[in-house]
């Protein structure tokens, strides 16, 4: 079974339209995390959650906004989208935010292309 | 700003070769990470070096930390065609209750049969 799963996998919109990215991780556990990955393979932290709470919130602009239902699900939601944000979104999971040692768990990415 | 830096930034061997990929780093840290990507995939942990540990091993895997030099370096031995990938070191600095790694860019590893 899949640990850390997203959907959809590939995403291909128009600029300005909104659209959302799920994450869901089966593994129980409390930190979810979301980054983005360019074209450089440079992989940058965009969100952190610990059980549904925002911990981590980078520079990012507020048309992104994540939303954790419960502590299984981290949701992306982005509107307006721009040519900028076409990207892969990797969704991590890791098992406790206050613990030293964590490693994370990440999902298989989504393909982001905005034209 | 990018914490961890990957040299070189991609390294093509011959199947049994041994492969090094190197990693520098600008702050402190509580621990360093290795990770794995391949293709089209998610990333893959591979493994943690505590900040207070100075070599490290797993399977083929080598994985040394030195501090005052603010680097690390991973080498994977006898390596395969199933070992081309992407590879990352990520630098856990954080502090308190908001766990943040910070990845380089990474090695590009391609093993030719």
């Known amino acids: 079974d899949t640990a850390v799963s997203q959907t959809p996998k590939y995403l291909v919109t128009q600029m300005g339209n909104d659209k959302s990215i799920k994450c869901e991780q089966n593994l129980g556990h409390d930190t979810m995390y979301w980054y983005k990955q360019d074209s450089k393979k440079f992989l940058k932290i965009m969100f952190s959650?610990?059980?549904?709470?925002?911990?981590i919130n980078e520079t990012v602009p507020n048309r992104f906004s994540p939303k954790s239902p419960d502590k299984a699900h981290l949701n992306l939601h982005i509107n307006s989208l721009e040519l900028g944000d076409s990207a892969v979104y990797f969704c991590?999971?890791?098992?406790?935010?206050?613990?030293?040692?964590?490693?994370?768990?990440f999902g298989p990415g989504t393909r982001l292309l905005v034209l | 700003s990018q914490q961890g830096e990957e040299d070189p930034q991609a390294l093509s061997i011959q199947e049994g070769e041994n492969a090094t990929m190197n990693c520098s780093y600008k702050?402190?840290?509580?621990?360093l990470q290795w990770y794995r990507q391949n293709s089209g995939r998610g990333l893959v942990h591979l493994i943690l070096?505590?900040?207070?540990?100075r070599e490290k091993h797993s399977g083929r895997l080598r994985v040394t930390l030195d501090t005052s030099k603010k680097s690390s370096s991973l080498l994977i031995t006898a390596s395969r065609a199933a070992d081309t990938a992407s590879y990352f070191c990520a630098t856990d600095s954080s502090s308190g209750s908001a766990r943040q790694l910070t990845f380089g860019s990474g090695t590009q590893l391609t093993v030719l049969p």
């Open positions: 702050t402190s840290i509580n621990n």
């Open positions: 991590a999971s890791s098992q406790h935010a206050g613990g030293f040692q964590e490693t994370q768990y």
């Open positions: 959650y610990n059980n549904k709470e925002l911990i």
């Open positions: 070096i505590r900040s207070n540990e």
